[in-house]
């Protein structure tokens, strides 16, 4: 799918996370709305095994279809998806504020991941991602976009801090 809703639209297309309490989630949203994925090659988190995580059922697709195209793409070699950096994971769902802002972020909605921070950091212009255009081409076939695309200096999708770990299921405009 290429047309994902766009972020003002999360709460009716992926179902609104909000707890009767704004600052917890909906345990009753996270039974209806999250389901778990198993990513088709290895992953780690701080050096340890991910073998599965949660996502908003409504882009399970998407997921399915970036994480297959990315171990197309490496010709279903471990090693290439690790230098490239896709098998480091960062996170999906997490439920909290947009950082420095007022918004939920759109990891409330489990419909974002973040892979490999530590060499493509939230306000690095220079995003190691970008170094491969397989890893940006195989997200974007699914529609995801792509927070390294962001820089807030050229206004080219919008005034966000460049976040070259960031793919989401959720358009900006």
Same mark, same amino acid.
């Given at each position: 799918m290429s047309n994902w809703p766009l972020q003002k639209d999360c709460n009716s297309f992926y179902g609104n996370p909000r707890g009767k !309490?704004? /600052?917890q989630p909906s345990a009753k949203w996270e039974a209806e709305y999250l389901v778990f994925f198993t990513p088709p090659f290895k992953m780690t988190f701080l050096g340890k095994p991910v073998t599965r995580f949660k996502v908003n059922k409504n882009c399970l697709v998407g997921f399915q279809?970036? *994480?297959n !195209?990315?171990?197309k793409a490496a010709g279903g070699k471990q090693a290439t998806l690790d230098h490239w950096g896709v098998s480091i994971f960062g996170g999906v769902y997490n439920y909290r504020l947009m950082r420095g802002g007022n918004n939920l972020s759109m990891h409330s909605w489990g419909c974002a991941i973040d892979l490999d921070p530590p060499r493509n950091g939230l306000g690095d212009n220079t995003p190691r991602f970008a170094q *491969?255009?397989?890893v940006l =081409?195989? +997200?974007a076939q /699914? #529609?995801?976009v792509w927070g #390294? =695309? +962001?820089n807030g200096n !050229? !206004? /080219?999708?919008d005034e966000r801090r460049c976040d070259g770990m960031h793919w989401q299921f959720a358009r900006l405009k």
């Open positions: !309490n704004a /600052t279809e970036a *994480f !195209n990315l171990l *491969f255009p397989e =081409d195989a +997200w /699914t #529609g995801a #390294g =695309d +962001w !050229n !206004n /080219t999708l």
